[in-house]
């Protein structure tokens, strides 16, 4: 599955109000942490070690909670949510 989109990273409120980001990896990591594929640097309630989150088949791990592809969270002060590619008919 390299270089197909497994998800998209929708920015929901802040200064990248409306970004979005493709994400091609089961995991990915937001905050400041090396790697990161959003760091947020105007937001320090960011936790420095940043955000892991896993993509899974019906649901996704953000930190220690569970939610929903299009379900909101919040990292630091971000609302953020993550949707699945469409797949064409």
Do not use: C, H
């Amino acid at each position: 599955m390299d270089g197909e989109a497994q998800a998209f990273l929708e920015v929901m409120s802040g200064p990248e109000d409306g970004k979005v980001v493709t994400i091609n990896s089961s995991e990915v990591v937001l905050g400041p942490a090396v790697g990161a594929l959003l760091s947020f640097p105007y937001d320090n309630a960011v936790p420095q070690g940043g955000v892991k989150i896993l993509l899974r088949e019906g649901d996704l791990l953000v930190g220690t909670e569970v939610k929903r592809y299009g379900e909101l969270f919040k990292v630091g002060q971000i609302w953020l949510r993550i949707l699945r590619p469409q797949k064409e008919a």
